[in-house]
């Protein structure tokens, strides 16, 4: 699929199947052993999970290893102490996903400063530029992922709904991304929507961000949340109120799949391909450690997902099997 959405500072995507190592490149990463830290928003998600099992594949096919792997747990604070550490250690490379924007720029920014080689995650924090700062952003095409959940949303709803967006209180790319191609997309397409919006600062607290949205907004009718973590704290809550809603939310994590695979709130994702994300962030730190220019934004394309293609849909995005359980939802779906 095409890639529709600009980098953080405007620039086109290269798509992540062009950055490819050469032979020479390999042979020398081989022989270098990189060393390369890994800081992540949080390593309990699904996405995290994925992401970090394809950056230590493709890194260690070239004797680098991962020496590290830092769970921030959604704390700004964790994540710049994090850094500000890592820019001492005996590390060549950092892959770090910023959490907080503006509030993390400086630490990453000592890496840089430190020597070390920055690959950054979906989000390049206020004030850094490629070439400078940071070496490359590694993104799946975030608006892309935006637009997809309106799309598939709009079959659930009326012409004149009113439709809630679950999104992320934090100052992050990613998710504003997604959140601007939403409005778009319905904007274009059903213009009598009327778009609230509520937000969360961490996934925890999305059920309770459901629970004011709906005390405001009593004629909510749908709902796009911004990933699958809240998308499924928010699904608990509106179970508890006895309230269903149509939902999209992006990222074919196991729950969230199985609840849109058994006919429940979640009728649309769209899935990124995290594994894939990985093995590309870990391409561009290699190449960047070799001191081959690498692109400013590197990126891949979503892929919309619904009850009927679950299971194929599940291969591709977690290059495992389906698991039982969405195999049999598939069956009961077919008699």
Known sequence: MAIRGLGPHGERAVPADQVRLSL?????????????????????????????????????????AVVEVVDCAFDIDAHVAALNRLAGEAVDGVISIPIGNA?????????????????????AP??????????????????????????????????????GILGYANDFFATH??????????ADNRPGVRIVRERFSAPDNA??????LLDREPELSALFAVWDVPAMKAVAALK?????????TVDLGHQA??????????????????????????RVMLLSLLGVPVPPWVA????????????????????????????????????
């Open 257 to 282: 799949t199985i609840e849109m695979a058994s006919g429940g709130m979640i009728k649309g994702i769209g899935a990124q391909l995290p594994y894939d994300q990985g093995r590309a962030a870990a």
């Open 103 to 123: 509030r993390v720029a400086d630490a990453h920014k000592a890496l840089s400063a430190a020597g070390k080689k920055l690959i950054l995650l979906d989000n």
């Open 24 to 64: 020479a490149d390999e042979a020398e990463a081989a022989l270098r052993r990189f060393r390369i830290a890994v800081v992540l928003h949080t390593t309990t998600s699904d996405w995290s999970k994925q992401e970090l099992a394809g950056i230590v594949t493709l890194l260690g096919q070239y004797n680098a």
């Open 300 to 335: 891949l394309p979503g892929r919309p997902v619904t009850a009927n293609d679950a299971v194929e849909a599940y291969q591709v995005v977690w290059h495992l099997p389906a698991p039982r359980e969405l195999l049999r939802l598939r069956r009961v779906s077919q008699r």
């Open 126 to 163: 206020t004030g850094m530029l490629p070439g400078n700062d940071y070496a490359s952003v590694v993104s799946t095409d975030n608006f892309g992922l935006g637009q997809m959940g309106a799309s598939l949303l709009a079959p659930h709803m009326h012409e004149d709904a009113v439709v």
């Open 240 to 248: 508890t109120l006895d309230k269903p809603l149509p939902m999209t």
């Open 207 to 212: 059920g309770e961000a459901i629970h004011a």
């Open 177 to 186: 991304e997604r959140e601007i191609a939403f409005r778009k997309w319905m």
